[in-house]
């Protein structure tokens, strides 16, 4: 497992500031939930963990090193951050087929993944005839396919009924190890996201 660790975390587009010196510590073995009003800067600060945009200022490290340095990193960390990156005329078997391709992922994990998340009875179906729900956890697969010890999740119950959310706390639970919720502080600024550990 390895701990997500964000040091003096600033983000400019222009004139806008998206994350002000944000510094926070999510530690391995637990469940980390970010919370904030929206345009708070909860996104962005995942967006800069995964490398997807360059920080102004600080850093996001991924057991001590920054993302684009992880060797294998869909084995490392499995990411979602919204469910819509699929071809809506792709099988959701073949969308995972192709990533776990793209990885050197044996093939046999797809199907894992898919009974995981309670897609295995829809694996042959069109994405296009998802419901969200569906997405979301088409989306929770393919960031499951490498096995990875750190999942970076981007509202994962978005889309989910009060069953799935259910469900998806369980499988968090499970995944974490942990038997029960668990709380811990954490710092941030006025205007930016606060963190927390949860469910």
Request: proline share 7%; glycine share 12%.
């Amino acid at each position: 497992m390895a701990e997500i660790e964000v040091r003096g975390l600033t983000k400019t587009f222009g004139a806008v500031t998206a994350v002000r010196d944000v510094s926070f510590t999510a530690p391995a073995g637990q469940v980390t939930g970010f919370l904030g009003p929206n345009g708070s800067g909860k996104t962005t600060t995942l967006r800069v963990a995964l490398g997807l945009i360059r920080p102004t200022a600080g850093q996001a490290l991924i057991g001590g090193v920054p993302y684009r340095h992880l060797a294998q990193p869909r084995r490392r960390v499995g990411a979602l951050l919204e469910a819509t990156g699929f071809h809506p005329g792709r099988r959701a078997r073949d969308h995972l087929a192709v990533l776990a391709a793209s990885c050197c992922l044996p093939g046999r994990r797809v199907d894992e993944v898919l009974d995981l998340v309670g897609l295995g009875s829809s694996a042959n179906r069109r994405v296009r005839g998802f419901s969200l729900g569906m997405r979301q956890r088409l989306g929770l697969a393919a960031a499951l396919l490498g096995d990875p010890p750190v999942l970076l999740l981007d509202e994962p119950a978005n889309g989910l009924d009060p069953a799935g959310i259910a469900w998806l706390r369980g499988l968090l639970r499970s995944l974490a190890g942990e038997a029960a919720p668990s709380w811990s502080p954490a710092t941030c600024s006025a205007r930016s996201p606060r963190w927390r550990t949860t469910w």
